[in-house]
């Protein structure tokens, strides 16, 4: 996923290719699908369980960290702050403040609050896996609904980054078995904040459909597809193909012969990751986020280009 993430600087951008126009303060209907082929299944919808790069994927679309900062598509606008406003250190760094915007609701209808974010907290803070992403996290109170403080037992200099972890994405209470330290996601629920929400799971594709509540919408912020579609098949061979015949847009772990193939298809450009491995791209696909970490793809659209369209 990390080649992915690289292949964006030869994907991002506008120009005069766009399929849609953009008119300041406003922003093109979302539509299309993009198909991406991974690597691996996708095995949980608990973004706190998710370790492997489709699980990440998957959780990033669905789900939101408490500090992680939204790029609008259509190659205009500025980042806008995630679910915290703001995130401030004190005491030396063993108390993190957490301004919560407001107005925001998971897709089950739970209201977005320093409650909920409570109650990840206590299973963040009671689980291994929890405990792993943010060590020393001892304690959490909300001073008033829209204020969250999370308390750790040594100064936490990377709280700022692990609290913009795809694996630390807000759970509805709802969607949890329990409000018990230990609760987990319940079988089939996956009720998030994020751009994305489940449509459909199957055994060879999963489907996440636009969030049409989605509190990003408003600030222009897209989503600019209207679905994902995840698919795993295991030969990079099969991946390859799905994206030269236009199924999938972006074919994840592809080997060294297949980026060959690919840098002959003028309808498709290529990203050497680490290694001999790399991933393959749809020229028609725009907006993909640079840096490190796992995308979010509410900021990805399509154009016509390299998609047998205009």
Same mark, same amino acid.
């Given at each position: 996923?990390a080649?992915?993430?690289?292949a964006a600087?030869l994907?991002?951008?506008?120009g005069d290719d766009?399929?849609?126009?953009?008119t300041p303060?406003g922003q093109p209907?979302?539509?299309?699908?993009l198909?991406?082929?991974?690597?691996g299944?996708?095995?949980?919808?608990?973004?706190?369980?998710a370790?492997s790069?489709a699980d /990440?994927?998957? #959780?990033a679309q669905i789900?939101?960290?408490?500090? !992680?900062?939204v +790029?609008?598509p259509? &190659? %205009?606008g500025?980042s806008?702050?995630?679910l915290?406003?703001?995130?401030r250190?004190?005491?030396?760094g063993?108390?993190?403040r957490?301004?919560?915007?407001?107005?925001v609701?998971?897709?089950d209808?739970? /209201?977005?609050n #320093?409650?909920?974010?409570?109650?990840?907290?206590? !299973?963040?803070? +009671?689980?291994?896996e &929890? %405990?792993?992403?943010?060590p020393?996290l001892?304690a959490?109170?909300a001073?008033?609904?829209d204020l969250?403080r999370?308390i750790?037992d040594?100064?936490?200099?990377n709280?700022?980054?692990a609290?913009a972890?795809?694996?630390?994405?807000?759970?509805?209470?709802?969607?949890?078995?329990?409000?018990?330290?230990?609760?987990r996601?319940?079988?089939?629920?996956?009720?998030?904040?994020?751009?994305?929400?489940?449509?459909?799971?199957?055994?060879?594709?999963?489907l996440?459909?636009r969030?049409?509540?989605?509190?990003?919408?408003?600030?222009?912020?897209?989503?600019g597809v209207?679905?994902i579609a995840?698919?795993?098949p295991?030969?990079?061979?099969?991946?390859?193909a799905?994206?030269?015949d236009?199924?999938v847009?972006?074919?994840?772990?592809?080997?060294?012969?297949?980026?060959a193939a690919?840098e002959?298809?003028?309808?498709?450009?290529?990203?050497?990751?680490?290694?001999?491995?790399?991933?393959?791209?749809?020229?028609a696909?725009r907006?993909?986020?640079?840096?490190?970490?796992?995308p979010?793809?509410?900021?990805?659209w399509l154009?016509?280009?390299?998609?047998g369209?205009?």
């Open positions: 996923m080649a992915l993430l690289a600087a994907t991002t951008g506008c766009s399929a849609e126009s953009v303060g209907t979302p539509s299309g699908t198909g991406i082929a991974v690597a299944r996708p095995d949980t919808l608990d973004p706190l369980l370790t790069p /990440r994927l998957t #959780a789900y939101e960290p408490l500090s !992680r900062a +790029t609008p259509y &190659g %205009q500025t806008e702050p995630g915290a406003l703001w995130t250190p004190g005491a030396g063993t108390i993190w957490i301004r919560l915007r407001s107005g609701r998971f897709t209808g739970a /209201r977005f #320093a409650t909920a974010v409570l109650q990840n907290a206590m !299973r963040w803070r +009671t689980t291994a &929890g %405990q792993a992403l943010l020393g001892v959490a109170d001073p008033r609904p969250v999370l750790f040594r100064p936490a200099e709280a700022m980054h609290l972890s795809a694996r630390l994405g807000v759970v509805s209470p709802r969607a949890l078995r329990s409000p018990t330290a230990s609760s996601l319940a079988a089939g629920l996956a009720a998030g904040t994020g751009p994305f929400e489940l449509h459909r799971r199957a055994d060879r594709e999963m996440l459909a969030n049409s509540e989605w509190w990003g919408t408003r600030h222009q912020l897209g989503p209207e679905l995840l698919r795993s295991q030969a990079a061979g099969r991946r390859l799905l994206l030269r236009g199924t847009q972006v074919a994840e772990g592809l080997g060294p012969e297949e980026l690919v002959q298809d003028p309808l498709l450009t290529s990203r050497r990751g680490p290694g001999d491995a790399g991933v393959g791209l749809l020229r696909v907006g993909l986020p640079t840096g490190s970490g796992t979010v793809l509410s900021s990805v154009t016509g280009v390299g998609s369209e205009g």
